[in-house]
């Protein structure tokens, strides 16, 4: 009899877990999963697993949805599953996803996105992100690219970033993270984050206040944060499309540009490349980069469909 009342608990489990993935509760069908939950203390531990084996097949569940109604999928798909959850619960312990995003910004893009704890994320160009609210974590995986976080307060919940193997938690505050090659730059915009590497100098840890940035290595950790107001301003103008240079070497500025914009800025004349630049630019106008480059240097600029060639004859 106990054998199958577990059956039922799971049963129920699963279409709660479909809906929740789906977005698909209201006010009162919340409460009416509240009061589920209470009745019985297996019932929250049964949700947990039904979610967690979502996670675990998201290629089939995905497959599945373009041909079954979702009562199908609840049962034949999610209940099949448990048997995966039985076998890893043997063995392995599983942490139960409560909520999972995924953004994948292209050349170009820049997204505000609100996420499900009231947290808030901008996504730079070409960035990848991956976010997994959990019971005891809000794991946020930064594939590539850049993203700053404003992070809303939960203290039972650290919000951690990881790049690679850089880690940048916090509870409350706002910060950014780059991934770069052999590390990621850390600019903290409010609050205190703590950084580290899980390879470098045994996992020690920085604290990064407020107004500071730090360059975080794969291999050797946190390097001493430095505090520059106007340099991390101009670093996080592309949080309202903007790139302002300020002394940029013209290699620099045109790097920054290629970032976001399928047409490339070529540098022809290597006496270009060390020379410096002053001026705001929005990040889709390369060409007006390039124009100011050319009067302000003296170069020639040919502007073509696919790249900007920068330098030789005017």
Same mark, same amino acid.
């Given at each position: 009899?106990?054998?199958?009342?577990?059956?039922?608990?799971?049963?129920?489990?699963?279409?709660?877990?479909?809906?929740?993935?789906?977005?698909?509760?209201?006010?009162?069908?919340?409460?009416?999963?509240?009061?589920?939950?209470?009745?019985?203390?297996?019932?929250?531990?049964?949700?947990?697993?039904?979610?967690?084996?979502?996670?675990?097949?998201?290629?089939?569940?995905?497959?599945?949805?373009?041909?079954?109604?979702?009562?199908?999928?609840?049962?034949?798909?999610?209940?099949?599953?448990?048997?995966?959850?039985?076998?890893?619960?043997?063995? &392995?312990?599983?942490?139960?996803?409560?909520?999972?995003? =995924?953004? @994948?910004? $292209?050349? /170009? *893009?820049?997204?505000? !996105?609100?996420?499900?704890?009231?947290?808030?994320?901008?996504?730079?160009?070409?960035?990848?992100?991956?976010?997994?609210?959990?019971?005891?974590?809000?794991?946020?995986?930064?594939?590539?690219?850049?993203?700053?976080?404003?992070?809303?307060?939960?203290?039972?919940?650290?919000?951690?970033?990881?790049?690679?193997?850089?880690?940048?938690?916090?509870?409350?505050?706002?910060?950014?993270?780059?991934?770069?090659?052999?590390?990621?730059?850390?600019?903290?915009?409010?609050?205190?984050?703590? &950084?580290?590497?899980?390879?470098?100098?045994?996992?020690? =840890?920085? @604290?990064? $206040?407020? /107004? *500071?940035?730090?360059? !975080?290595?794969?291999?050797?950790?946190?390097?001493?944060?430095?505090?520059?107001?106007?340099?991390?301003?101009?670093?996080?103008?592309?949080?309202?499309?903007?790139?302002?240079?300020?002394?940029?070497?013209?290699?620099?500025?045109?790097?920054?540009?290629?970032?976001?914009?399928?047409?490339?800025?070529?540098?022809?004349?290597?006496?270009?490349?060390?020379?410096?630049?002053?001026?705001?630019?929005?990040?889709?106008?390369?060409?007006?980069?390039?124009?100011?480059?050319?009067?302000?240097?003296?170069?020639?600029?040919?502007?073509?469909?696919?790249?900007?060639?920068?330098?030789?004859?005017?």
């Amino acid at each position: 009899m106990s054998r199958e009342i577990s059956t039922e608990i799971d049963a129920v489990a699963a279409e709660w877990a479909a809906r929740l993935d789906a977005g698909a509760l209201g006010a009162g069908d919340q409460i009416a999963l509240n009061d589920w939950l209470a009745g019985d203390s297996r019932r929250q531990g049964a949700l947990w697993r039904a979610r967690a084996v979502m996670t675990l097949m998201v290629d089939p569940v995905s497959e599945a949805k373009a041909h079954q109604t979702p009562a199908k999928l609840d049962r034949r798909i999610l209940l099949g599953g448990f048997g995966i959850a039985a076998a890893v619960a043997a063995g &392995v312990v599983l942490t139960p996803v409560l909520s999972r995003q =995924r953004y @994948r910004t $292209l050349v /170009g *893009e820049i997204r505000r !996105v609100p996420l499900a704890d009231g947290s808030m994320a901008a996504i730079n160009t070409d960035t990848t992100l991956d976010i997994r609210f959990q019971k005891a974590e809000r794991a946020v995986t930064l594939d590539r690219g850049e993203a700053w976080f404003q992070v809303a307060k939960d203290r039972a919940r650290p919000f951690v970033v990881a790049a690679g193997d850089i880690r940048v938690q916090a509870v409350g505050t706002a910060f950014s993270v780059r991934r770069k090659a052999g590390g990621a730059e850390v600019r903290v915009t409010e609050g205190v984050v703590e &950084v580290w590497s899980d390879k470098g100098a045994e996992g020690l =840890r920085r @604290r990064v $206040l407020a /107004g *500071e940035q730090v360059f !975080v290595s794969d291999q050797a950790g946190a390097s001493s944060p430095v505090k520059r107001p106007l340099e991390m301003e101009r670093a996080l103008s592309w949080r309202d499309g903007q790139i302002v240079l300020d002394g940029d070497t013209i290699a620099a500025a045109a790097a920054e540009f290629n970032r976001y914009n399928s047409r490339k800025i070529v540098i022809v004349d290597p006496d270009l490349e060390g020379r410096t630049v002053v001026g705001w630019f929005r990040t889709n106008e390369p060409e007006s980069f390039a124009e100011a480059v050319g009067v302000a240097h003296g170069a020639g600029v040919t502007i073509g469909n696919d790249v900007i060639m920068l330098g030789g004859a005017k």
